[in-house]
């Protein structure tokens, strides 16, 4: 049994609201495979963030939640589904991602001295 959900000093229902036992069966399946993928966006970003502080088992609950709404919205205005990638924050705002990179770099112990690359060059790995 789970303990408790405290919010405000209250104690919070954890418990999912019955629905379609079919629907929750296939949303299980299609969240846990998206769960084991390594390169997608909701694998990388959503479940491993919310498993890391909720555990694995709120974490697929979100993740379900998550896929409902993608599907929902998918149905309603007649459109295919458009995998962000998993640099899709880093494509968005680069100047935080680079940001967050030298950060990290510090905390390894590195001098971040990051040089942009010019257009067309490969980066090179020794």
Same mark, same amino acid.
């Given at each position: 049994m789970s303990e408790p959900k405290r919010v405000a000093g209250r104690i919070k229902s954890t418990q999912t609201r019955p629905g379609d036992h079919y629907l929750k069966a296939a949303l299980g399946i299609a969240t846990l495979a998206v769960s084991r993928s390594k390169m997608t966006y909701l694998a990388v970003?959503?479940?491993?963030?919310?498993?890391?502080?909720a555990g694995a088992l709120r974490a697929v609950v979100a993740l379900?939640?998550?896929l409902l709404v993608i599907v929902w919205n998918m149905l309603h205005d007649g459109v295919a589904y458009d995998e962000l990638g998993i640099a899709h924050y880093a494509k968005t705002n680069p100047e935080r991602a680079r940001k967050r990179l030298q #950060? #990290?770099?510090?905390?390894?112990?590195?001098?971040?001295n990051l040089i942009p690359l010019s257009a067309g060059s490969s980066p090179s790995f020794s």
């Open positions: 970003k959503k479940y491993r963030r919310i498993q890391s502080h379900q939640y998550t #950060r #990290r770099m510090v905390v390894l112990g590195f001098e971040p």
